[in-house]
C-alpha cells in the first residue's frame, strides 16, 4: 500500500540522515575544549580546533614565549661626560616603577643608590608603545630644574638626538656589538630647558632563553610546524636568541621588507624571503599582519601569538590567533587561544591535543558516510530487485537508536597523533567512506541471499538476520574506520567507547535471541551471523589499508608533479 511505502521511506530518511553528526562533532569539539583549558589554553572560539589541528607555521614572540621575559641590567656604555650612575639614574627616571614593566623595573633595580631618584618628581609621563618605542618623562629635581628624559629602542634615540659622524658610528657599532651577544639594548637621552636631545649611553639588558624553550621548539618541528620567530628587536639579537634556540639565523628585519605604515601588496620574491625565513627582526605590529596574509598567500595554515592592543588585526587574520599570558582585553577577543601560562609549550600541547579531536571528527565522518550509503543502498537495492522489506520500520528506528549511543562516545576514543598537520582530505574521505559503505552493502546482500535461498528461513527471520547484521556488523566498522593502521594495533580504543559497543551489542543479541521487538532467532545462527560479521570485518579491514596506501600514493605523486611543474625553466644566474 502506498501509505506503508510512505512510512517506510520517511522512516529511512530520518534513520538515514545523519542528523546526529552535529551534536557528536560539537560534543567532540567541547570535550577537547575542556582538555586544552586543563592545558591552561582556553578556546574562546570552537571551530579553532580544527584549525589549529592543521597549522604548519607557529609565528612566536621572542619576549615572555621564547625568552623568560626577566631582565638583567649589564654595564652601560656611557657617551660625552655622563658617568654609568647618571645613565641608569635617567634610565630610572624616564620608567614608571609602579606599573611594574619587566624593563622598567631591570633599569630600577640597577641603581646602587635610590636615594638620587627619590629626590626627583615625575610630572608627566609618556609611556612605551610599539610604535614610537620610547618612553618618555617631564622631571623636577631637588633644586626645582625641570627637564626631559627618555629610554627606548637605541636606533630611535639616537635619530632623536641627531647623531652623526663618530660618535653615531660607535653607537651603533656598541648596539651591533652587544646584540651579538643577545643583549638588548636602550638608548639614554636628556634634554634641558627645551634644549636638543643629549645622548647619554646605552644599557645593556639580557633576557635568557627558557630552558625548556629549545626542546619545545625542537617538538614543534617534529610535528611538521615552522617555528618564526617575531621581535621588536634589532636583526643581531634576533639571529643569536634564534641561533641559540635551533631556530636557524635567517632573520629579516621586517622594515627592510614592509613599509612604514599600513598594509601592502608584497611581490613574489618577497613573499619567498617572508616563507623561508626563520624569524622577523624590528618588527612593529602592522608588520605582523602582513606577515601573517603573506604566509597565506602562500597556502600555509598559521598562528600567530601577540599580547597588545595593537596585535589584535594580526590575531584576527590568523588561523588560530594566540593571546599569550598577560595579554590585553582587546588582545584576548582578539584571540581564538588565550594562554594562561606563559611559553611555547603550552601551544605545542594544544596543538598536539587539536590533531587527535581532529582524528576523532574524521573518523567518525568516515563512519557515518559509510554506515548512511550500506543502510539506504541496501534497503533501497533490496525493496526494487526483491520487492520486499528488507527491515521493518522498527528495526530501522532502533538501528538509529542503537547506532547513537557509541557514536556519542567517540568524543573519549585514544586515537593516533598525526606527525605533520592535518587538514580535510575529502578525496580521501569519501574514497575510504565510499568503498566501505558498498563493501558493507555487498556484505549485507550476501546475507539476505543466503537466508533466504541457503538457509530458506521465512522474510520475518531474514528481516532479524539483517537486522543483527546491521547493529552489530555497524558498531564493528566503526573499528574499522576510527585507525588508519590495522584495527587491532594501538592506539586501542577508549574504554567509553568499547564500554557503549559492546552494551550495545549485548542488547542487539538479546534482541534477536530472545524475541524482543524483532522476529526471533536460533542462538546458534546467531553465533555464525558473528563469525560472518567478524570475516567480514577483517576483509574491510585489509581493504581501508590499500585505500589509504593508495591515496598516500596518490598525494605524494600530485605534490611531486607541482613541485616539478613549479621549477623555473631556466636556472638563475650565479651572482
Request: net charge negative; proline share 5%; with cysteine.
Amino acid at each position: 500500500p502506498v501509505m506503508d511505502l510512505l512510512e517506510f521511506v520517511l522512516i529511512l530518511v530520518v534513520a538515514s540522515i545523519p542528523v546526529a553528526m552535529p551534536a557528536v562533532l560539537s560534543v567532540t569539539m567541547a570535550l577537547g575544549a575542556l582538555s586544552l583549558s586543563k592545558m591552561k589554553a582556553i578556546v574562546s572560539r570552537l571551530q579553532a580546533i580544527e584549525e589549529m589541528a592543521g597549522i604548519d607555521v607557529l609565528c612566536s614572540d621572542k619576549t615572555g614565549t621564547l625568552t623568560l621575559n626577566q631582565l638583567t641590567l649589564g654595564d652601560p656604555v656611557i657617551f660625552g661626560d655622563a658617568t654609568a650612575e647618571t645613565v641608569i639614574l635617567m634610565g630610572s627616571l624616564a620608567s614608571k616603577e609602579e606599573d611594574r614593566d619587566a624593563i622598567d623595573q631591570a633599569v630600577i633595580e640597577g641603581l646602587k643608590d635610590r636615594s638620587a631618584m627619590e629626590a626627583c618628581t615625575q610630572t608627566n609621563f609618556v609611556p612605551f608603545d610599539p610604535v614610537h618605542k620610547r618612553t618618555e618623562a617631564t622631571i623636577k629635581d631637588g633644586q626645582g630644574k625641570t627637564f626631559k628624559v627618555t629610554k627606548g629602542a637605541p636606533q630611535i634615540i639616537m635619530e632623536l638626538c641627531h647623531l652623526e659622524g663618530d660618535i653615531k658610528a660607535k653607537s651603533q657599532q656598541t648596539v651591533d656589538d652587544l646584540a651579538a651577544k643577545g643583549y638588548r639594548t636602550l638608548g639614554v637621552a636628556r634634554a634641558d630647558n627645551g634644549d636638543a636631545w643629549q645622548f647619554l649611553g646605552i644599557l645593556p639588558l639580557y633576557d635568557p632563553p627558557r630552558k625548556d624553550a629549545a626542546e619545545t621548539i625542537a617538538e614543534a618541528q617534529a610535528h611538521g610546524i615552522k617555528v618564526k620567530m617575531i621581535t621588536g628587536d634589532n636583526v643581531a639579537i634576533g639571529r643569536e636568541i634564534a641561533g641559540q634556540l635551533g631556530l636557524g639565523t635567517n632573520i629579516q628585519p621586517a622594515t627592510a621588507i614592509f613599509p612604514k605604515e599600513g598594509e601592502c601588496e608584497l611581490a613574489g620574491t618577497l613573499i619567498e624571503k617572508i616563507e623561508k625565513a626563520d624569524g622577523f627582526a624590528e618588527v612593529y605590529p602592522e608588520h605582523k599582519f602582513n606577515i601573517v596574509k603573506a604566509l597565506q598567500n602562500r597556502g600555509h595554515l598559521v598562528a600567530m601569538t601577540g599580547d597588545g592592543v595593537n596585535d589584535a588585526p594580526a590575531l584576527k587574520q590568523a588561523e588560530v590567533g594566540i593571546a599569550v599570558s598577560g595579554a590585553t582585553n582587546a588582545a584576548q577577543s582578539a584571540a581564538a587561544l588565550v594562554l594562561t601560562e606563559p611559553g611555547l609549550k603550552v601551544i605545542t600541547h594544544a596543538v598536539e591535543e587539536a590533531r587527535r579531536i581532529f582524528a576523532r571528527m574524521m573518523s567518525y565522518t568516515v563512519y557515518r558516510i559509510s554506515m548512511t550509503i550500506s543502510i539506504m543502498v541496501f534497503v533501497v537495492a533490496a525493496m526494487l530487485c526483491y520487492n520486499v522489506f528488507p527491515l521493518t520500520a522498527m528495526m530501522i528506528i532502533i538501528l538509529a537508536l542503537l547506532d547513537d549511543i557509541p557514536i556519542m562516545t567517540i568524543a573519549y576514543d585514544n586515537t593516533y597523533l598525526s606527525p605533520t598537520p592535518v587538514r580535510w582530505e575529502m578525496n580521501r574521505v569519501l574514497t575510504v567512506s565510499t568503498v566501505l559503505g558498498f563493501l558493507a552493502t555487498i556484505e549485507s546482500f550476501m546475507l539476505f541471499f543466503l537466508g533466504r535461498n541457503v538457509l530458506h528461513l521465512a522474510l520475518p527471520q531474514v528481516q532479524t538476520l539483517l537486522f543483527l547484521r546491521l547493529a552489530a556488523g555497524g558498531h564493528l566498522l566503526l573499528f574499522v574506520t576510527r585507525t588508519r593502521s590495522e584495527f587491532w594495533q594501538p592506539p586501542y580504543p577508549s574504554w567509553q567507547l568499547l564500554t557503549a559497543i559492546v552494551c550495545t551489542q549485548i542488547v542487539a543479541v538479546l534482541m534477536c535471541g530472545f524475541g524482543w521487538l524483532v522476529p526471533i532467532l536460533p542462538w546458534d545462527l546467531i553465533g555464525y551471523v558473528w563469525i560472518y560479521i567478524i570475516l567480514w570485518m577483517i576483509i574491510q579491514d585489509f581493504i581501508k589499508l590499500g585505500l589509504h596506501n593508495m591515496v598516500e600514493h596518490r598525494t605524494r605523486s600530485k605534490r611531486l608533479f607541482l613541485e616539478i611543474a613549479n621549477q623555473p625553466l631556466h636556472p638563475r644566474p650565479m651572482r
